[in-house]
């Protein structure tokens, strides 16, 4: 069974940095690309960042190019996002979600639970 | 940038069927997929490349398009179907995913 379990929210000061975590089981994770999807308080699905499962080619979303850094250690079966300069904006639940293949550009055919990031002075 | 339109919702008896539709220029050239969310929970997929359900998804869910429009039906509408549906693509010359607006199902 396909578990993705994130970690790492919690409440941060506008500049500040967080990383949150994904840990993968139930499938070969290295075979994957992965994504963070982000959804802000009672707003709608916003795609934040994707990584391919073997060649690690990386895609951002115009919002958080140059602040979010997204990486995967293989083997650890663990997706990564490391968020600096952080905004009010960025405030959101954030969910881990997996790819049906190994490039970024196919479906989510699972997601995570996802965690919540707060933003508060 | 690139947008998906969807209708902020869609109210439906139960039995009936209910039509959610995803607009977005030149959506035929791109590979549409379509997502449940339902309050506290995370989005699961229902119908991906248009219009292929992944195991588990009933076949009251289906998926179509015609012209610059995706629509997702679905059939004989029950209770449990009520939740919040999103459209998605890969859009190709943005090298990045774009999730429609959202569309609130409500059964009455």
């Known amino acids: 069974e396909v578990q993705l379990l994130e970690s790492g929210g919690g409440l941060v000061q506008p500049g500040g940095s967080l990383r949150l975590s994904c840990a993968a089981s139930?499938?070969?994770?290295?075979?994957?690309?992965m994504s963070w999807v982000r959804q802000a308080p009672g707003k709608g699905l916003e795609w934040v960042s994707g990584i391919s499962g073997s060649d690690g080619t990386i895609f951002y979303a115009d919002s958080v190019k140059g602040r979010f850094t997204i990486s995967r250690d293989n083997s650890k079966n663990t997706l990564y996002l490391q968020m600096s300069s952080l905004r009010g904006e960025d405030r959101a639940v954030y969910y881990c979600?997996?790819?049906?293949?190994?490039?970024?550009?196919?479906?989510?055919?699972?997601w995570g639970q996802g965690i919540l990031v707060t933003v508060s002075p | 940038s690139y947008v998906l339109t969807q209708p902020p919702s869609v109210s439906v008896a139960p039995g009936m069927t209910a039509k959610i539709t995803c607009g977005g220029n030149n959506i035929g050239s791109e590979s549409v997929h379509w997502y449940q969310q339902k309050p506290g929970q995370a989005p699961v997929l229902v119908i991906y490349?248009?219009?292929n359900r992944p195991s588990g998804i009933p076949e009251r869910f289906s998926g179509s398009y015609s012209g610059n429009t995706a629509t997702l039906t679905i059939s004989r509408v029950e209770a449990g179907d009520e939740a919040d549906y999103y459209c998605q693509v890969w859009h190709t010359s943005g090298d990045h995913y774009v999730f429609g607006t959202g569309t609130k199902v409500t059964v009455l």
């Open positions: 139930g499938f070969t994770f290295s075979s994957y690309a």
């Open positions: 979600a997996k790819d049906r293949g190994g490039i970024v550009g196919l479906e989510f055919d699972h």
């Open positions: 490349h248009d219009s």
